[in-house]
């Protein structure tokens, strides 16, 4: 069983920068990859980003690549979503997820499942809440 408890979201403006947190409890976070997800005003909630358990490859959806960054630190069973030049179309309910890590290594090189989401998010956290003004 995992616990995921999230942080670090609030009101900002646009072309400012949050990073979000989220810190699991519970056993060998190593052997979970962690993702985020957001849901906006009225839509569904969408992938965004994931990372592997090791925390050397990752994963985003299109539309946040350049902006948003995922990382982890094991060590502080956490992972972080750096979100850079926020706009107002990013106003979202974030939540951070988590799913054993079934990827694979093969000559040296991590490979995701195909799957989308790229892992099985199992657990998943309350959200924190993220407003962009203009």
């Known amino acids: 069983q995992v616990q995921l408890v999230e942080s670090g979201g609030g009101l900002v403006k646009a072309g400012d920068s949050l990073r979000l947190s989220c810190t699991a409890s519970?056993?060998?976070?190593?052997?979970?990859?962690m993702g985020w997800f957001r849901q906006a005003p009225g839509k569904e909630r969408e992938f965004v980003a994931a990372?592997?358990?090791?925390?050397?490859?990752?994963r985003y959806v299109d539309s946040v690549k350049g902006r948003f960054t995922i990382s982890r630190d094991n060590a502080k069973s956490t992972v972080y979503l750096q979100i850079d030049n926020l706009k107002p179309e990013d106003t979202a309910e974030f939540y951070c997820?988590?799913?054993?890590?079934?990827?694979?290594?093969?000559?040296?090189?991590?490979?995701?499942?195909?799957?989308?989401?790229?892992?099985?998010?199992?657990?998943w956290g309350q959200g924190t809440q993220v407003t962009v003004t203009a």
């Open positions: 990372v592997s358990g090791s925390g050397g490859s990752t």
């Open positions: 997820a988590a799913g054993l890590d079934k990827g694979r290594y093969y000559d040296g090189n991590y490979y995701w499942p195909l799957t989308d989401p790229p892992a099985d998010f199992t657990y």
């Open positions: 519970g056993r060998a976070f190593n052997t979970y990859a």
